[in-house]
């Protein structure tokens, strides 16, 4: 069974515009447990455009799925997780002013740096991921790390999908089946939605979770919700 994690970023941004509390983070989260959701997922950003680092503390509250943190290990981020010590970490390297992940981290160049993060996050009781691009090179320099898992970054994936799904997938499955070889754990995200979603869960073998925020808060405007969330936990049977 592969989970589905929701991310709930896109409704930090609505709340945000206005200034006010609505709609409410805590309660769409609350809700999202209740239709069906596995785990909640937030990416806090320094300059909180979205999700607020108050918004993670008061999430861990009251999620009582799994709460996944997403974001790059600064000194305030990591001071955030020691705090909240979600149940699992997700480490992004993405920039400051970055409107969204675009990249996975080099884990041969930064293995040292990462090496030092994963055993500070471990050593508190979180699951460690590192969001990774489908590079074998990438995979295997990650087990060094000791990273519990790795998630492996779609954008190119999705992109691919409309025109030749075979050949979108076929570096994911690559790099799934040697996660799974190496004993890594696996994730995904990034632009995943309702028409690419099932087939990257039929082939990427051992693929644990899945984080989906912005397309998912997109058909809920349609679809509502609840079952917005169901139609997705069907795509991965």
Not at 162 to 189: E, F, H, M, S
Request: proline share 6%; net charge negative.
């Amino acid at each position: 069974m592969t989970k589905l994690s929701v991310n709930i970023n896109k409704i930090a941004t609505l709340r945000n515009a206005r200034g006010h509390n609505r709609p409410d983070v805590l309660q769409v989260a609350r809700d999202c447990e209740r239709f069906g959701a596995q785990g909640i997922t937030v990416h806090p950003r320094p300059d909180e455009r979205h999700i607020r680092y108050q918004d993670v503390r008061d999430l861990r509250q009251i999620v009582t799925t799994e709460l996944n943190v997403e974001g790059n290990p600064t000194p305030d981020f990591i001071d955030l997780v020691r705090e909240v010590k979600p149940e699992q970490v997700t480490l992004v390297p993405d920039a400051p002013d970055a409107i969204t992940s675009n990249a996975g981290w080099d884990t041969i160049t930064h293995q040292i740096y990462l090496i030092g993060v994963v055993t500070e996050l471990k050593s508190i009781g979180c699951r460690v991921s590192i969001f990774l691009d489908p590079d074998p090179a990438m995979v295997k320099a990650a087990v060094a790390t000791g990273t519990d898992r790795i998630e492996l970054y779609t954008e190119d994936y999705a992109r691919q999908y409309p025109q030749d799904p075979a050949a979108a997938i076929a570096p994911y499955t690559v790099a799934a089946t040697l996660a799974q070889q190496l004993g890594l754990g696996l994730n995904a995200g990034h632009d995943l939605d309702l028409e690419n979603l099932a087939y990257l869960k039929q082939n990427l073998p051992g693929l644990a979770e899945v984080s989906i925020g912005h397309a998912l808060v997109c058909d809920a405007l349609y679809y509502g919700l609840e079952n917005t969330i169901q139609l997705y936990r069907r795509q991965l049977v």
